[in-house]
Nanobody, 127 residues
């Protein structure tokens, strides 16, 4: 079992930055592919980006490409989502997710591919 806890959400003005963190416990994350998703009321959870087990490969949704950066530190069992140039449409609850994988590099963009989820952290961007 892996427990994930997100932190770092809050209220920020458009154009500002936030850094979200995801801390894992229970197992080492070095065997887990990790992803970040977001969700607004009445909508399905949306893929934001993911990162491979070793952190050498990342993939982003077009809506955040060039503004958001995902990283991970397996020694600290954490992943981070650095969000720059925030827009009001980025307002959502943000979730980190993890799933065990064998392949060192892969891309996983759907919620059903992930086994473990955090509880989410609210990000609100004011215009």
């Amino acid at each position: 079992q892996v427990q994930l806890v997100e932190s770092g959400g809050g209220l920020v003005q458009a154009g500002g930055s936030l850094r979200l963190s995801c801390t894992a416990s229970g197992r080492s994350l070095m065997d887990y592919h990790m992803g970040w998703f977001r969700q607004t009321p009445g909508k399905e959870r949306e893929f934001v980006g993911d990162i491979s087990r070793t952190g050498v490969s990342t993939y982003y949704a077009d809506s955040v490409k060039g503004r958001f950066t995902i990283s991970r530190d397996n020694a600290k069992n954490t992943s981070s989502l650095q969000m720059n140039g925030l827009k009001p449409e980025d307002t959502a609850v943000y979730y980190c997710a993890a799933t065990p994988v064998i392949k060192p590099i892969t891309i996983m963009t759907t919620t059903r591919e992930y086994t473990y989820w955090g509880q989410g952290t609210q990000v609100t961007v004011s215009s």
